[in-house]
C-alpha cells in the first residue's frame, strides 16, 4: 500500500513491521513525533512492545542496552543533544556488540542553540563504533530501519540510521508500506549468540586485562569492516523482496564525469537536480551520494570517483581546527598510500538548517572546475551572508 | 513541477492545509512533497509551508523561493511583501479576505482572487473569532480557483486525514468551492 507519511511517521512504521520487543525513547525536537507515535502503537496493542518511559537520552539507551542483552529486538531515537548526551553508551553497546537500531533525526549541536538539521550530531560519533546511514527520501528511512535491524542482528553491531530533521523527518511524500509478511520473511525473530538468564547467571563485559582488551577491539573492528559485504548481501535480499535496491553509495551520471560532487542525505537530491540540469548544457558533472558512512566503503568511492578529474565534497559538519568530516574520508578513500587521484575540494553549507539552494551547488561547480587551486581555500563555505 | 506556497500565523492550520493538499493530489496520482518552515513554533507568528508536486518522484530538496501558487491564510499578511515574494509571472495568488483583490494592495503580474474563509470557518464552528482555523474553509475555493485539484479530491483528503469535525470542513469546503468569484482579477501591474 502507498500512503503519504513523513518521514518520522516512515521510522515508526518500520519499527511496528519490525516487530520490535522493547523501546525506550526521551523527546527530542525534531524526533519527538517518533516516540509519540510508537508509544500509541504500544499502548493501543498494535505494537507488542514494552514502551520504557525513561528520564534521558543516556537512559533511554542503557534500557535499550538491557533489554538488548537479555536477547529481545530494540530500538530508541533521538537527536542532536540528546544524541551527544547517548556518548558514553554508544561505545559500549558497540562493544558489547549489541544490535541495538538507532534512528537519528539529524539537528545541530548547540551553541547557539538551534533545531534545523545538519549532521554534526551524527557526524561527531562516527568512532563510536556504531555503523551508519544517511537517507534521502521516506521511503528510503522506512526500508534502511528493516535493513538496519538484519544488519545489526547478523554482525551484532548497532545501527545508527539518520534522517535529515524537517527535510524529511516532518515532510509527506509517497511511501510504498510492505505488507507485514513480507517483512516477517525479511526479518525472523532475532537470535542472539547469548542472552541474560536470571536462572544461570553470568558477568559480562567485565574488567579486561591488557593482555585481552586488544583482541576485542580488534575483532570489534573486523566486524565493523565486515559490515560492509553483509550490508551488500542484505541489500541484495531486500530488492528481492520488495524490489527497491540500495547500494552503499548511489552514483549518478559518474561514468563519464569530469567533475563529480559528493554529498549525503536529503542535499544529494537537489544536487542530481542540478547535475541533470548542467548535463543539458553538455557540462559533464556527476554526482556520488554516500549512503553508508560506517563503515565507510572505501574501495567503491575509489573505483566510483577515481575517473573524475576534479571532487567537490558538500559537508554539513565541520571539525573546528581541521576540515569537514565527510571531505576527510572520502580523501582518505581516494588518497591511499601511493596512489594518485582527482583533485578533492571541501565545501561547508548548509549548517543549522541553513536551506541547501540549487546556486549554491552550482557555485561548487563552478569553482572547481574554473577557479582550480588557486581561487579555492583548504574550507570554502558556501552561503554566508556577506 | 508546481510549486504552491502557504502563508499563515500559528494556529490557523498552514501545515495541515499542506498535507490536505498534498493528500488531495497524491489520490489523483501525482508525486508530492508536503513540508512546513518550521520557525519558532508559537501561536499568531507568521508561518509558511509548502507543497509541490510533479509527474516523476521530486528531487529538489530547498524551500519554495519561485511559487506557482500562494495562498494567504491571514488576511493580515496579504499585504505583506514577503508572501508574494518570487510568485512566478502568470501564477496565482488566493487570498483569505472578505475584501476583493483589488483593495488588497497588491502588486505583480498574477491573478488574483479572495474568498472569506475566515467567516466561512466560522460559519461551520471551525475555530473561534478570534482565532479562526481555515485550512479547509480556504482549500475548496483553491481547486476552483487553480483548477490543478478536483474538489471531491480536497473533500476526500480531508475525510481522510482530519479526524475530528470531518463533515463540518467537508462543508466548509464545499461553501468555500461554491463562494470563489469568478472571474477574478488578472493581471495586477506593479506600481513601482
Given at each position: 500500500?502507498?500512503?503519504?507519511?513523513?518521514?518520522?511517521?516512515?521510522?515508526?512504521?518500520?519499527?511496528?513491521?519490525?516487530?520490535?520487543?522493547?523501546?525506550?525513547?526521551?523527546?527530542?525536537?525534531?524526533?519527538?513525533?517518533?516516540?509519540?507515535?510508537?508509544?500509541?502503537?504500544?499502548?493501543?496493542?498494535?505494537?507488542?512492545?514494552?514502551?520504557?518511559?525513561?528520564?534521558?537520552?543516556?537512559?533511554?539507551?542503557?534500557?535499550?542496552?538491557?533489554?538488548?542483552?537479555?536477547?529481545?529486538?530494540?530500538?530508541?531515537?533521538?537527536?542532536?543533544?540528546?544524541?551527544?548526551?547517548?556518548?558514553?553508551?554508544?561505545?559500549?553497546?558497540?562493544?558489547?556488540?549489541?544490535?541495538?537500531?538507532?534512528?537519528?533525526?539529524?539537528?545541530?549541536?548547540?551553541?547557539?542553540?538551534?533545531?534545523?538539521?545538519?549532521?554534526?550530531?551524527?557526524?561527531?560519533?562516527?568512532?563510536?563504533?556504531?555503523?551508519?546511514?544517511?537517507?534521502?527520501?521516506?521511503?528510503?528511512?522506512?526500508?534502511?530501519?528493516?535493513?538496519?535491524?538484519?544488519?545489526?542482528?547478523?554482525?551484532?553491531?548497532?545501527?545508527?540510521?539518520?534522517?535529515?530533521?524537517?527535510?524529511?523527518?516532518?515532510?509527506?511524500?509517497?511511501?510504498?508500506?510492505?505488507?507485514?509478511?513480507?517483512?516477517?520473511?525479511?526479518?525472523?525473530?532475532?537470535?542472539?549468540?547469548?542472552?541474560?538468564?536470571?536462572?544461570?547467571?553470568?558477568?559480562?563485559?567485565?574488567?579486561?586485562?591488557?593482555?585481552?582488551?586488544?583482541?576485542?577491539?580488534?575483532?570489534?573492528?573486523?566486524?565493523?569492516?565486515?559490515?560492509?559485504?553483509?550490508?551488500?548481501?542484505?541489500?541484495?535480499?531486500?530488492?528481492?523482496?520488495?524490489?527497491?535496491?540500495?547500494?552503499?553509495?548511489?552514483?549518478?551520471?559518474?561514468?563519464?564525469?569530469?567533475?563529480?560532487?559528493?554529498?549525503?542525505?536529503?542535499?544529494?537530491?537537489?544536487?542530481?537536480?542540478?547535475?541533470?540540469?548542467?548535463?543539458?548544457?553538455?557540462?559533464?558533472?556527476?554526482?556520488?551520494?554516500?549512503?553508508?558512512?560506517?563503515?565507510?566503503?572505501?574501495?567503491?568511492?575509489r573505483t566510483l570517483l577515481g575517473g573524475a578529474a576534479r571532487v567537490a565534497v558538500l559537508d554539513q559538519a565541520i571539525s573546528p581546527g581541521s576540515e569537514g568530516v565527510l571531505f576527510q574520508e572520502v580523501r582518505s578513500a581516494l588518497y591511499q598510500a601511493g596512489g594518485s587521484g582527482p583533485e578533492i575540494y571541501d565545501f561547508v553549507t548548509g549548517l543549522g538548517g541553513r536551506d541547501i539552494l540549487p546556486s549554491y551547488i552550482e557555485e561548487m561547480v563552478e569553482k572547481v572546475e574554473n577557479g582550480g587551486k588557486a581561487g579555492l581555500a583548504r574550507v570554502n563555505w558556501l552561503g554566508l551572508k556577506s | 513541477m508546481i510549486e504552491i506556497r502557504i502563508h499563515g500565523r500559528g494556529g490557523q492550520g498552514a501545515v495541515v492545509a499542506t498535507h490536505v493538499l498534498a493528500e488531495a493530489l497524491f489520490r489523483e496520482g501525482k508525486w508530492v512533497q508536503a513540508f512546513p518552515h518550521f520557525g519558532v513554533e508559537r501561536r499568531g507568528a507568521p508561518v509558511a509551508a509548502f507543497v509541490r508536486y510533479a509527474e516523476r518522484p521530486i528531487e529538489l530538496r530547498c524551500h519554495i523561493y519561485t511559487p506557482d501558487y500562494v495562498i494567504i491564510l491571514d488576511p493580515t499578511l496579504a499585504g505583506s511583501p514577503a508572501a508574494v515574494e518570487g510568485l512566478r509571472s502568470g501564477g496565482g495568488l488566493l487570498v483569505n479576505s472578505s475584501l476583493p483583490p483589488e483593495e488588497l494592495g497588491l502588486a505583480g503580474e498574477f491573478r488574483a482572487a479572495c474568498v472569506d474563509a475566515s467567516n466561512i470557518a466560522l460559519k461551520h464552528g471551525l475555530g473561534s473569532i478570534a482565532s479562526p482555523i481555515v485550512n479547509t474553509a480556504i482549500l475548496g475555493a483553491f481547486a476552483r480557483f487553480s483548477n490543478i485539484v478536483s474538489l471531491n479530491s480536497i473533500i476526500d483528503a480531508v475525510s481522510g486525514l482530519i479526524q475530528r469535525q470531518t463533515e463540518i470542513n467537508i462543508q466548509a469546503v464545499r461553501e468555500s468551492y461554491e463562494s470563489l468569484k469568478l472571474p477574478v482579477i488578472v493581471e495586477s501591474k506593479a506600481s513601482r
Amino acid at each position: 500500500m502507498k500512503a503519504l507519511i513523513t518521514g518520522n511517521e516512515a521510522v515508526s512504521t518500520a519499527v511496528k513491521l519490525a516487530r520490535v520487543e522493547v523501546i525506550a525513547a526521551y523527546p527530542i525536537t525534531p524526533q519527538t513525533s517518533i516516540a509519540e507515535k510508537l508509544s500509541q502503537y504500544c499502548s493501543s496493542g498494535e505494537l507488542d512492545a514494552d514502551f520504557i518511559k525513561v528520564e534521558s537520552e543516556h537512559s533511554a539507551l542503557a534500557t535499550v542496552m538491557g533489554a538488548s542483552s537479555a536477547g529481545v529486538r530494540t530500538f530508541t531515537a533521538t537527536s542532536s543533544q540528546g544524541l551527544a548526551l547517548m556518548h558514553e553508551l554508544l561505545h559500549w553497546s558497540s562493544g558489547a556488540r549489541l544490535p541495538v537500531v538507532m534512528a537519528n533525526v539529524n539537528r545541530a549541536l548547540g551553541a547557539p542553540w538551534n533545531i534545523w538539521c545538519d549532521h554534526s550530531d551524527s557526524l561527531s560519533q562516527r568512532d563510536t563504533g556504531w555503523l551508519q546511514f544517511y537517507c534521502e527520501s521516506c521511503q528510503e528511512v522506512l526500508d534502511t530501519v528493516l535493513i538496519a535491524f538484519r544488519l545489526a542482528e547478523s554482525v551484532f553491531t548497532p545501527v545508527m540510521v539518520m534522517l535529515d530533521g524537517y527535510i524529511l523527518s516532518h515532510t509527506a511524500e509517497p511511501v510504498e508500506i510492505p505488507e507485514p509478511e513480507q517483512v516477517d520473511r525479511f526479518l525472523p525473530k532475532y537470535q542472539p549468540l547469548a542472552a541474560i538468564d536470571p536462572k544461570d547467571p553470568h558477568t559480562y563485559h567485565a574488567v579486561t586485562s591488557p593482555e585481552y582488551f586488544m583482541e576485542f577491539k580488534q575483532r570489534q573492528f573486523e566486524a565493523a569492516r565486515q559490515a560492509e559485504a553483509v550490508a551488500r548481501e542484505v541489500s541484495a535480499d531486500f530488492a528481492k523482496q520488495f524490489g527497491r535496491h540500495y547500494a552503499l553509495t548511489e552514483s549518478f551520471m559518474c561514468e563519464d564525469a569530469e567533475t563529480i560532487i559528493v554529498a549525503a542525505g536529503t542535499s544529494a537530491g537537489t544536487g542530481r537536480y542540478v547535475v541533470r540540469r548542467l548535463r543539458e548544457q553538455g557540462r559533464r558533472v556527476g554526482l556520488l551520494r554516500v549512503r553508508m558512512f560506517r563503515p565507510f566503503p572505501f574501495e567503491e568511492i575509489r573505483t566510483l570517483l577515481g575517473g573524475a578529474a576534479r571532487v567537490a565534497v558538500l559537508d554539513q559538519a565541520i571539525s573546528p581546527g581541521s576540515e569537514g568530516v565527510l571531505f576527510q574520508e572520502v580523501r582518505s578513500a581516494l588518497y591511499q598510500a601511493g596512489g594518485s587521484g582527482p583533485e578533492i575540494y571541501d565545501f561547508v553549507t548548509g549548517l543549522g538548517g541553513r536551506d541547501i539552494l540549487p546556486s549554491y551547488i552550482e557555485e561548487m561547480v563552478e569553482k572547481v572546475e574554473n577557479g582550480g587551486k588557486a581561487g579555492l581555500a583548504r574550507v570554502n563555505w558556501l552561503g554566508l551572508k556577506s | 513541477m508546481i510549486e504552491i506556497r502557504i502563508h499563515g500565523r500559528g494556529g490557523q492550520g498552514a501545515v495541515v492545509a499542506t498535507h490536505v493538499l498534498a493528500e488531495a493530489l497524491f489520490r489523483e496520482g501525482k508525486w508530492v512533497q508536503a513540508f512546513p518552515h518550521f520557525g519558532v513554533e508559537r501561536r499568531g507568528a507568521p508561518v509558511a509551508a509548502f507543497v509541490r508536486y510533479a509527474e516523476r518522484p521530486i528531487e529538489l530538496r530547498c524551500h519554495i523561493y519561485t511559487p506557482d501558487y500562494v495562498i494567504i491564510l491571514d488576511p493580515t499578511l496579504a499585504g505583506s511583501p514577503a508572501a508574494v515574494e518570487g510568485l512566478r509571472s502568470g501564477g496565482g495568488l488566493l487570498v483569505n479576505s472578505s475584501l476583493p483583490p483589488e483593495e488588497l494592495g497588491l502588486a505583480g503580474e498574477f491573478r488574483a482572487a479572495c474568498v472569506d474563509a475566515s467567516n466561512i470557518a466560522l460559519k461551520h464552528g471551525l475555530g473561534s473569532i478570534a482565532s479562526p482555523i481555515v485550512n479547509t474553509a480556504i482549500l475548496g475555493a483553491f481547486a476552483r480557483f487553480s483548477n490543478i485539484v478536483s474538489l471531491n479530491s480536497i473533500i476526500d483528503a480531508v475525510s481522510g486525514l482530519i479526524q475530528r469535525q470531518t463533515e463540518i470542513n467537508i462543508q466548509a469546503v464545499r461553501e468555500s468551492y461554491e463562494s470563489l468569484k469568478l472571474p477574478v482579477i488578472v493581471e495586477s501591474k506593479a506600481s513601482r
